[in-house]
């Protein structure tokens, strides 16, 4: 067991930024974490208005995460954070990461991991060299019956994958929101700070993820085609990828941030020899699994038959049945089995097994790959394009 909370900075995040409250209620929930410092904005009033907000001390509220990760650096060893999370828009996540780490602090970064495929193998090396860990917050991956999934495709029950369906449809970008005061929409929309890829690089990589993740199996080639719907816009508001997986398998994802009146509907389909398997994020505590010579069962986190279920589904419900469980929980999975291998690893013990599971910085380097790969098989005349890292 580890003996004190472990302690965390954050940059970015600071007030009214939707995804750094997130991540402080999801690292909150299992009482492990505290957070003792941030630069919370590139806008100094920001950071001090919200580091105060937060009850940090004023020594550790800080306006530039250079000055942050230098001085949090100097502090004696029981005082220092031991993590950073960096919730900050794309463009600005490979340099604090890399300070950092160089400064010798374990990283928690949001999705996608940088702005280039470049950046993250430079953080994949840097990774390496220092033996720090990294967590890559793809939320999904934190629910259990995405893990009950995963477990149940592992066993072999459902014979050989044969197809794989992922899509995910939004529609908060129907209209032209970035020059209607949206901030979100604003950067992510913007090539100079959300990168080469609109849609597919926002939620189109946590499709991509998902199908990886839970089959096993990785993409080794894809067909690709975008679409800028909204006029005016600059990057892709939609799109559809025709997928190929190792082991013959084949599939399809679409993914789309025009679909109007969806809200954040992600759902996963997969197929075998002898069955298959549905899952929704807006259902999340139920999977689905269809039989070819037997009816069909529906499978329940948290319910009363625990005994059916794996230990990897298991261990991450955190409430009984009936208690929805959603995006905070799983949010809050990941944090989770990272502080526990993180705690584990500073006092010289092995982490359990399923405290490793957590994506890192492979996932963040097939993410990256896969926005360029969908990309380039856009801009093709030939359009199927072999799957490169």
Known sequence: MKKRKLRMGMIGGGKDAFIGAIHRLAVNMDGQVELVCGALSINPDVAQESGKMLFLPDDRIYTSYIDMLDKEAARPADERMDFVTIVTPNFAHFAPAMKALECGFNVVIEKPITFTLEEAKLLEKKLAETGLMLLLTHTYAGYPMVKEAREII???????VRKIYVEYLQGWLSRLSEREGNAQA???TDPSKSGKAGCMGDIGTHAAHLAEYTSGL???ALNAALNIVVDGRMLDDDGSVLLKFEQEATGT???????AGEENSLKLRIYG????????QMEPNTLTVRWFDRPAETLR???????RLSKSATSNCRTPGGHPEGYLEAFANLYKNFVLALGARIEGREPEPEWLDFPSINEGIRGMAFIDNVVASNASNDKWTTYTV
């Open 154 to 160: 592992k066993s072999g029950k459902l014979g050989k």
């Open 273 to 280: 020899e002898n069955g298959g398997l549905e899952w929704s």
């Open 218 to 220: 990785k993409i080794t």
């Open 253 to 259: 994802l679409i993914a789309s941030q025009v679909a």
């Open 301 to 307: 986190a948290g319910g009363g038959y625990t005994d």
């Open 186 to 188: 604003s950067w992510r």
